[in-house]
Nanobody, 114 residues
């Protein structure tokens, strides 16, 4: 059974940085691209960034230059480094395969506010 445990969220001031982590149970790293998604209040869940089994990453165009996705296969962990955060980045952040095919985890709340 595949499960995702996201962590690292919290409250940060505009302009700040944050690194999210997602530990993945189940041996899927070598089979599927993995991704971070986010869902802002009253909005749909959107793709933020993805990384292939071979380590090729891609970030949503509007977030390029601020967000970086990476992974550690040995730790079965995906990371999302977020810099220069703005209030518009406030959302619950989730990880899953890309395309998403497994049950969602609880996510981690990121709130950008002064």
């Amino acid at each position: 059974q595949v499960q995702f445990v996201e962590s690292g969220g919290g409250l940060v001031q505009p302009g700040g940085s944050m690194r999210l982590s997602c530990v993945v149970s189940g041996h899927i790293f070598s089979q599927y691209a993995m991704a971070w998604y986010r869902q802002a209040p009253e909005s749909q869940r959107d793709l933020v960034a993805a990384i292939t089994p071979g380590g090729i990453s891609n970030v949503k165009d509007s977030l390029k230059g601020r967000f970086t996705i990476s992974k550690d296969n040995d730790k079965r962990t995906i990371y999302l480094q977020m810099n220069s955060l703005t209030p518009e980045d406030t959302a619950v952040y989730y990880c899953n395969a890309r395309p998403s095919r497994f049950d969602w985890g609880q996510g981690t709340q990121v709130t950008v506010s002064s």
